[in-house]
């Protein structure tokens, strides 16, 4: 199944869920509110669900996007001035920028000005981004082993 087909599939099972949701209403609320079975004889040992987001949705929401990724692997390499890597990723300035900016400011990248004649801006990893290295080995042995087009 395809990326696309799979995704199809998915928003296709999240409409009728929540479809079936809004029909039942107040009783799913009621039932959910209240404890029964081994819940309620567990009281406030009960375990339950976290109320906030797993910590790798959270991970991938800070390192996701396409364009966050490929700056992060290419900074991996070490430190690149601005036009070395809009060389290397393929990406335009803008959005280049906007996602040095973006990694600056949740303290993956360190930005460097040096001032001297010409001046340049130097982008590196911090030990943040840098510990994301064995993260990125383990996507890529991942990858080679499960998508196709990266084993040819």
């Avoid at 290419?74 to 900016?101: H, I, P, Q």
């Avoid at 130097?122 to 290295?133: F, H, I, P, V």
């Amino acid at each position: 199944m395809s990326s696309q087909e799979l995704a199809e599939t998915e928003s296709a099972e999240t409409a009728a869920g929540e479809a079936d949701s809004a029909a039942s209403g107040s009783e799913a609320d009621a039932s959910e509110s209240a404890p029964t079975g081994a819940d309620a004889a567990a009281g406030a040992d009960a375990v339950t669900a976290p109320e906030t987001p797993c910590p790798v949705v959270d991970s991938i929401e800070q390192i996701g996007s396409k364009w966050r990724l490929v700056v992060l692997h290419e900074l991996l390499s070490g430190e690149s001035r601005f036009n070395e890597l809009k060389r290397e990723t393929d990406a335009n300035a803008r959005t280049l920028s906007r996602v040095l900016d973006d990694l600056q400011e949740t303290g993956f990248v360190h930005r460097r000005l040096e001032e001297d004649s010409p001046v340049a801006t130097y982008y590196s990893l911090t030990d943040k981004g840098e510990s994301l290295a064995p993260v990125f080995e383990e996507i890529d042995d991942w990858a080679h082993e499960w998508l196709a087009e990266c084993s040819e």
